[in-house]
């Protein structure tokens, strides 16, 4: 628990800060923030009001009641929070972290969001009879039928992940890491995730295993979100 207190200013900051000074990162040098986007898309199924929470969940902070957006946003909100600290909490997540060796430990968590993004990448057939590269389409159909509710963080993430290819292109590895690197150069402090390419070999197994530890696991804690709230998790 103390690594994971350790570690969570380090990924505040990824998830909270994509400006300096007002100004949007350079994603073009591959700066990019690291967060889960497809596995928090993925649970939020297929209403479209949980979906686009789930993509503003990184950029929107505060307090619910003034998050100025439609209540079916402003919950989607509130689930990607939910699942954050839920899966932050999970024992399962806490040991895995263990497992890293120092220095990358610290920043196991920021490692662990891309990994597992991989995974669902990889194993997509499995969770969803849409096609990834589908999937990818009617979220970016979503979003533009969306765009006076996008702050422009968002809107220039999505223009990198145009160019890139995402979401499907978590797929390969070498995107993965790709995304680690440019967080990486995003951090303030000096940081081993330029590295991570010489540990992954290692983890590789530990990331599968630990996906199909901790997915169902999350996706249960969804739905019974969802239940508690009087609605259902349609699959994507």
């Not at 986007?37 to 199924?45: D, R």
């Not at 662990?112 to 990889?122: S, V």
Request: glycine share 6%; no cysteine.
């Amino acid at each position: 628990m103390a690594d994971q207190a350790r570690n969570a200013p380090e990924r505040a900051f990824v998830r909270s800060s994509f400006a300096v000074n007002g100004t949007p990162p350079p994603f073009d040098s591959g700066i990019v923030p690291a967060m889960n986007f497809l596995a928090h898309l993925w649970l939020a199924g297929e209403d479209e009001g949980l979906r686009l929470g789930a993509m503003l969940g990184d950029f929107k902070r505060g307090r619910p009641d003034n998050l100025n957006l439609p209540l079916p946003v402003e919950r989607g909100v509130l689930l990607h929070r939910f699942i954050d600290q839920h899966v932050d909490a999970l024992p399962e997540v806490a040991r895995l972290r263990e497992e890293f060796d120092a220095p990358f430990r610290r920043y196991s968590g920021i490692i662990l969001d891309l990994a597992f993004d991989h995974e669902l990448a990889r194993r997509w057939t499995e969770f969803s009879p849409t096609p990834l590269t589908r999937f990818d389409f009617e979220v970016r159909q979503l979003l533009s039928r969306n765009e006076a509710l996008l702050p422009e963080d968002l809107q220039v993430f999505m223009r990198y992940a145009d160019r890139r290819g995402l979401f499907a292109a978590y797929r390969e590895e070498s995107e993965i890491l790709h995304s680690l690197r440019g967080v990486g150069r995003r951090l303030s402090r000096a940081n081993p995730l330029h590295r991570v390419d010489e540990i992954w070999p290692q983890m590789r197994d530990r990331f599968r295993t630990g996906f199909e530890q901790v997915f169902p696991i999350v996706r249960d804690a969804v739905d019974q979100w969802l239940e508690e709230s009087g609605e259902t998790r349609q699959t994507a």
